[in-house]
């Protein structure tokens, strides 16, 4: 549940810069550094068979990929 949560910044960051349609000051190094985190836990998690772990990160990752979106289009 936590794990869901957490990454709720990240699509809350996405709504406010389609919203504003602006990305102004949201760092697109940080986001890399996000995905590539999430990423290694999600193949961590894949690999031990842990679903929790799997779920949470799938989440997080489509969560970071609309804030890379926007940063990419409107940064």
């Known amino acids: 549940f936590m794990g869901l949560v957490g ?3 990240s699509y809350i960051q ?3 810069i389609f919203y504003l349609r602006s990305a102004y000051a949201v760092s697109l190094v940080a986001c890399l550094i996000g995905l590539a985190s999430m990423s ?3 193949f961590y998690g ?3 068979h842990i679903k ?3 779920i949470s990160n799938i989440f997080g990752i489509t969560g970071i ?6 940063v990419l289009y409107y940064g």
Do not use: N, Q
Not at 65 to 70: I, W
């Open 7 to 9: 990454h709720l910044a």
């Open 14 to 16: 996405a709504v406010k």
């Open 40 to 42: 290694c836990w999600l």
């Open 46 to 48: 894949m690999e031990k």
């Open 52 to 54: 929790p772990l799997v």
């Open 65 to 70: 990929l609309l804030v890379l979106g926007g």
